[in-house]
């Protein structure tokens, strides 16, 4: 039983391929490594390739036995899905359109979905609940929940099982620091924190320092890359066992401002790491933490590593090893 792992060499898939394959799953992946690495797959089989390409995906579920989709592959960035919506339709809602019917065609029977707390917009409450409303307020959002509702069509249609995962601010790196972190560019807080106590920017940038929080800037749920490693596993086997979709939430549950996140890397990194006061970004909901309740109930899900300064240490461990990314 092969599991077929798309943008696996990106960030979260590559992490998460790793976990699995600690686990004695087999796996392989398909990435088009517009964004993710060759040196971030460690002994894994793979495609290269986009997920438009049906002659490839049929190539894919001949050559393997698969069993189980886990779906990354996708465009991610909120400012650029406002830019340009379209791409973001095409890479993420049709792209998954291509796969789901060669999943289809070819009668594999789950599939593991990369969603995200953008589906909900801004929140109705906190802790966000899964079945909070979900009033998307970019592009990105958008087609997430476009594909989600696709999934659920398509168990009704064709039996398909899916699980999606909305996960919150992904954070950390492999705790043997194997791999980590890459993004080009970079738009994510820790990552961004973390150039400058390498000295690869001179400050970084505070986002908004009169938000409506204790301190006035953006509050977020910052979750361990390897605790949302481990959750995909676990709904894997859950969609072996039961044949149960459903729709989970990911974070820890617990909220850290931007203040907060600099002054733990200043902890972790003992460096000084200016920073300035900038506007607000466009689209930043102040405050954004999940309830991840249903997860541990459902999937059984026990993340390891909920200390912000945890997080940053991994992240720094490897960041400052691997001050240019990956290599290739
Ligand atoms: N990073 C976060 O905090 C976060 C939060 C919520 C949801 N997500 C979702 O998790 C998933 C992974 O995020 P990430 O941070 O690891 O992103 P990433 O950009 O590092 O990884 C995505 C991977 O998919 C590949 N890819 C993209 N389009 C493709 C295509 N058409 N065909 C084949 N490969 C393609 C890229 O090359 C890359 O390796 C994404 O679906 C993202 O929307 C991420
Ligand atoms: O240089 C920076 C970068 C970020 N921030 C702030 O730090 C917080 C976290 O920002 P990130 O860009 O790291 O993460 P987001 O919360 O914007 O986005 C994350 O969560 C989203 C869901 O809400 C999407 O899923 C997205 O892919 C994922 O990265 C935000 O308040 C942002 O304004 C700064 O102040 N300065």
């Known amino acids: 039983m092969t599991i077929l792992v798309t943008g696996g060499a990106g960030y979260i898939g590559s992490h998460t391929v790793l976990y699995l394959q600690e686990k004695g799953e087999e796996v392989i992946v398909l990435d088009n490594f517009t964004k993710g690495h060759y040196d971030a797959l460690l002994n894994t089989t793979y495609y290269e390739g986009n997920l438009h390409d049906d002659e490839l995906l049929d190539k894919v579920f001949t050559n393997h036995s ?3 989709v886990i779906h990354f592959a996708a465009s991610s960035l909120v400012g650029e899905s406002v830019a340009d919506p379209l791409s973001y339709y095409k890479n993420n809602v049709l792209g998954t359109h291509h796969l789901v019917n060669k999943i289809v065609e070819h009668g594999v029977k789950r599939i593991v979905f990369s969603s995200t707390a953008a589906t909900y917009g ?43 995962l909305r996960y919150f601010n992904a954070a950390g790196a492999d705790p043997e620091s194997r791999i ?40 977020r749920d910052y979750i361990h890359v390897m605790d949302l490693a481990q ?31 600099l002054e733990a890397c200043r902890n972790v990194t003992g460096r000084l790491i200016p920073a300035r006061e900038a506007p607000r970004r466009p689209g930043d909901p102040a405050v ?41």
């Open 122 to 164: 801004e929140p109705d409450s906190i802790p966000i609940k899964e079945d909070d409303s979900t009033i998307p307020t970019n592009p990105y959002g958008e087609t997430k929940l476009a594909i989600e509702r696709m999934l659920k069509w398509c168990e009704d249609a064709y039996g398909l099982k899916s699980v999606s």
């Open 66 to 68: 698969i069993d189980s």
């Open 231 to 261: 959750a995909h596993y676990l709904a894997v086997r859950k969609l072996r066992d039961t044949k149960q979709s459903g729709v989970y939430n990911l974070g820890n549950g617990q909220g850290f401002s931007v203040n907060e996140v």
């Open 180 to 219: 980590g972190e890459d993004h080009n560019p970079e738009t994510h807080l820790i990552p961004i924190v973390l150039e400058v106590a390498n000295g690869q920017r001179e400050f970084m940038k505070i986002f908004g320092h009169d938000y409506a929080t204790e301190d006035g800037t953006c509050v």
């Open 288 to 328: 954004l933490i999940a309830s991840s309740e249903k997860a541990k109930q459902e999937l059984g899900w026990d993340p390891q590593y909920s200390e912000l300064e945890t997080m940053v240490q991994h992240a720094w461990n490897w960041h400052k090893e691997h001050k240019d990314g990956f290599i290739k």
